[in-house]
């Protein structure tokens, strides 16, 4: 019986794996195929002769490599704000006592129901007449504001689980409120500042919709949206292989950052600090 | 190091309630003073307006000589051991005593390390330096907090409940080790508990508040022997002081269990009061027939029957159940109330000789010594044989005068200039504590 459930359990993990990793998979052996093998429509799994040309080909792309950089740009920066802004405002809304302290969060709650794609209209307007359209801050603007009512959610609860002796603590053995908040807040919050960094640069790298409707050239057109202007020669043909290439290269970073950032994302730093 | 001087400090919470109402308490340089109370009388409300974690509706905090009411708690120097310990659990024991010199700045690396060493000897921690708080026991976690304290020669000691989330016997550790290490560094300090034996042992003085008020300042041998009211009465002392409905004839008070005669002096101070409460301790009875004849017979004695009893082996207490009159009781309910507690029957404890061969249900005579026993005023509460402390049990008290150089001044009966003008009577002839 036991046997059994434990055969079970393994099984159930091998189709979940297929059923999580064989897209990927299929983009990686795509990704090694020459672009030949994949207009004839062949249907084999793994590439019939492996090259590495495709990644050749899409770096040597200036208008890719171009989008990366913006990709990188903007996501980092909007990520950085994000998470300095979250960081503050989730301090004061788990710390003070403030009218309007549940405004503020039931509008960063509203905020973050809002259809992204309801604004996309006003914005492209509004973008064009304040001289945003097609600029880095036109999409780091948007990026933040939709990230940051996440971020604060997630950083004060983060914050409210620190007791505020530590913070008393610190006054008392002569830290200023900068200091304490500097040296004790924030590095026992750390769990939640990465968690909030992590979620911000997922949606500002894969963000499309805003992506390719606010911008118009290279100058600031991120990956996802550059992607879609990978037709290649012949319409009916798309450059299947040389589109999986692309993808395999965006997806890397992601997996770097998740590695770094995962051994960050450790519960219970806080114990020890407190009786308990 | 520096004297604290509190005048007529008022805590107001913004609905009007006054969590400490008019408190004035002055705390020599070097004076080891507790703060003891009920729970929510204010101790730690007033704790915290010291060191500055809590705003001061009026009056003036004044610390060594300046006043400190509107500075930050970083600019008033002083140290503070939390309930919870508050380490700071992202850093190394080490770090989190090294925590308030790196703050400073005015060290460099060698003479914090220096400093570190030996607070951290001072407190036998020295093999733990490079661990975690979370890998520490609530007796470790304890020290690194007083570590963290005495690291920074501060102006105070501040103490919040500092033993009440260990275990009964390393709280009593503990506890001579705070009183150990305040000596050996002289510093003056505020401790605030709620334990009475803490109280009694550690302070020079002791203030007992209760809802925001203070009702007695004085030493803890002054407060035992003359509370000044019903509820310092019965606060401190464990068990505590039985208190008695009582009518005075002359100098013959009339008990529930018989009439016994007190100093004439105390009956002069308490006459023409009408129906009064009568308070005498545990250990002031006895049993007769364990004692000498010659001196159960010069003071009054009593018949009673024992309900249960609960033998110790250094010594036993016996319960005697009685009936209150309902003035009496209500007061005394009142009181019972004010202490946290729940009586659920008027009763008498009394401590008896262990060699008392006394058994449940029983009829002993019991002996009591009237000369200690404190008559107070049903409706206000107020002691009135307390000013009769001229004689033996203030002659004994142990000298609280202001320590200069943080050596506990141990003589007894020596000039007592106590601070705040704590005693009343005279201090008389010796007797040793």
């Not at chain 1, 620190?162 to 409120?177: C, F, K, N, Y």
Request: charged fraction near 20%.
């Amino acid at each position: 019986m036991k046997r059994n459930s434990g055969a079970g359990i393994w099984i159930g993990f091998a189709a979940i794996l297929v059923w999580c990793l064989l897209p990927v998979v299929w983009i990686l052996s795509l990704s090694f195929k020459p672009v030949a093998e994949t207009s004839a429509g062949s249907p084999q799994f793994l590439p019939e002769t492996w090259t590495i040309q495709n990644y050749k080909d899409i770096l040597a792309d200036g208008d890719f490599t171009r989008a990366l950089l913006n990709s990188f740009g903007i996501s980092l920066i909007a990520t950085l704000l994000s998470v300095i802004f979250a960081t503050l405002a989730a301090y004061a809304i788990a710390r003070l006592d403030f009218k309007g302290k549940r405004l503020v969060l039931s509008i960063a709650l509203a905020i973050a129901m809002f259809p992204v794609v309801a604004l996309v209209g006003p914005l492209f307007d509004l973008w064009r007449t304040v001289h945003l359209f097609n600029t880095w801050p036109g999409l780091i603007i948007p990026y933040m504001s939709f990230t940051l009512p996440l971020a604060i959610w997630t950083l004060s609860a983060f914050f409210r689980e620190i007791p505020w002796e530590l913070e008393q603590a610190a006054q008392v053995d002569g830290a200023s409120p900068w200091q304490a908040f500097r040296k004790v807040i924030v590095p026992l919050a750390a769990p939640g500042v990465f968690t909030a960094a992590i979620l911000t640069f997922f949606f500002a790298w894969n963000e499309f919709v805003l992506a390719i409707s606010l911008t118009s050239t290279t100058a600031s057109r991120t990956v996802p949206a550059q992607l879609s202007y990978f037709v290649g020669p012949d319409p009916f043909n798309p450059p299947f292989s040389l589109l999986a290439t692309a993808s395999v290269v965006v997806t890397i970073p992601v997996i770097i950052i998740v590695l770094l950032f995962q051994r960050k994302i450790v519960a219970g730093l806080t114990s020890g600090a407190v009786k308990g | 190091m520096a004297a604290i001087e509190m005048n007529h400090i008022v805590k107001k919470y913004g609905d009007g309630f006054a969590a400490v109402n008019d408190v004035t308490i002055d705390v020599a340089d070097g004076e080891f003073i507790i703060l003891v109370g009920p729970s929510g009388c204010g101790k730690s409300t007033l704790l915290r307006m010291i060191v500055g974690l809590e705003d001061i509706t009026s009056g003036d905090m004044v610390i060594g000589g300046e006043r400190v009411n509107d500075k930050a708690p970083r600019d008033r120097d002083l140290a503070m051991v939390f309930q919870n310990y508050a380490l700071y659990p992202h850093l190394t024991v080490y770090e989190n005593i090294a925590f308030p010199l790196r703050l400073s700045k005015q060290f460099n690396g060698k003479e914090i390390d220096e400093k570190v060493r030996n607070a951290s000897s001072t407190l036998e921690l020295d093999e733990h330096l490079e661990r975690k708080p979370a890998n520490l026991s609530g007796g470790q976690r304890q020290r690194v907090a007083m570590g963290r304290a005495i690291v920074r020669d501060a102006k105070a000691f501040l103490f919040d409940e500092p033993l009440s989330n260990l275990d009964a016997k390393l709280r009593g550790q503990m506890r001579t080790e705070i009183s150990r290490l305040q000596k050996k560094l002289g510093i003056t300090t505020v401790y605030v508990t709620h334990d009475q034996t803490e109280a009694m042992t550690l302070g020079d003085r002791v203030a007992v508040l209760r809802r925001g008020i203070m009702e007695q300042l004085a030493t803890p041998r002054e407060l035992y022997e003359n509370p000044v009211n019903l509820f310092v009465a019965g606060f401190i002392g464990s068990p505590p002081m039985n208190f008695l409905p009582a009518t005075l004839e002359g100098d013959m008070v009339e008990l529930p269990f018989g009439k016994v005669r007190i100093p004439a002096d105390k009956a002069e101070r308490a006459h023409g009061r009408g129906l009064l409460i009568a308070g005498v301790r545990p250990e002031h009875f006895e049993d007769a027939s364990v004692m000498d004849a010659d001196k159960v017979a010069e003071g009054s004695t009593f018949r009673a029957t024992v309900d249960v009893t609960e033998w110790l082996g250094d010594q036993q207490y016996a319960y005697i159940p009685f009936e209150a009159p309902p003035e009496v009781q209500e007061q005394l309910t009142q009181l019972e109330r004010d202490l946290d507690g729940e009586s659920l029957r008027t009763q008498l404890v009394v401590s008896l000789d262990s060699a008392s061969w006394i058994r449940d249900g029983e009829e002993i005579e019991l002996y009591i010594n009237a000369a200690k026993m404190h008559l107070f005023d049903p409706s206000t509460g107020e002691n009135l044989t307390a000013a009769a402390s001229g004689d033996e049990g203030d002659a004994s008290r142990r000298s609280s005068t202001t320590r200069g150089e943080g050596d506990r001044v141990a003589t007894d009966g020596a000039t007592t200039s106590s601070p705040a003008g704590a005693h009343r009577g005279p201090g008389g002839a010796t007797s040793a504590t």
